[in-house]
């Protein structure tokens, strides 16, 4: 006797788009599947077994691309067009835990780009959290040339900023938050100023291509040398 069935596989539906391809069928959901067809039918999340014959057995393998975290369960149902004497052994599910993750992204910005010796530069400091979670322990690095430039100020609107190492700490960025931190340099010698910052932080960052930036401002000789005042004793670094 031949036994005509069906897959009918659900995944939970989490903004994706379904599209096609020339491997496969994508399922959009927080498991984005890539199935290969070779000769059986996958359309809209069912699987199209065709016959099967007495102790036969058929698979399908899924790619899946995790789109979003926390805990999410995959569903499976079979049915046939025959009568089937036990229906017990006809679901089944399996769940998966995807941990928290965050995309931080960062950018600097200059009041101008060309500057005198004695001039005062103004930067600013963006650092965004593009989620999906919040980022725990914000850490953004400041690489500054102290014999280039003399930190005058520094102002952050969220967390603080450390002048012994230059690095600004944010507690925590909540999901489609952003911070900024304005800093005011003084421009000790002619030359190009290259300044790089970066963020790193405790929670998982599956996008670091936009997790460092770099700008660079070019600052032209005068008359009369400036020189970096030295501190006073008491002076809180």
Known sequence: ERLSQELKASLPEY????????????????????????DFIYSDGTWYVGDLVVGEVRELDMICKVSATGTFTN??????????????????????????ACDLSITKTVSRYHYTVGDIIRYT????????????????????DENLLDLKSVKATKGSYSRSNHVWSIPSLDNGKFAVLYIKALALC???????????SDTFDFNKSNNAYKV??????IDKIIKKPAKKENESK
Do not use: C, H, W
């Not at 046939?80 to 928290?100: L, R, T």
């Not at 959290?129 to 953004?140: D, I, K, Q, T, Y």
């Not at 002619?190 to 790193?200: D, P, R």
């Open 216 to 221: 660079v401002v070019d600052v032209d000789k």
């Open 190 to 200: 002619a030359g190009t100023v290259k300044n790089m910052v970066s963020v790193v």
């Open 15 to 38: 903004g994706a788009q379904d599209s096609s391809s020339e491997n496969g069928i994508y399922f959009g959901g927080n498991l984005q599947v890539l199935i290969k067809q070779i």
């Open 125 to 144: 400091v963006k650092v965004a959290n593009n989620g999906p979670n919040s980022a725990r322990n914000v850490l953004v690095s400041e690489i500054f």
């Open 75 to 100: 569903f499976a149902s079979v049915q046939g067009n025959e009568f089937d004497p036990d229906v017990d052994n006809n679901n089944a599910n399996e769940s998966i835990f995807v941990n928290p």
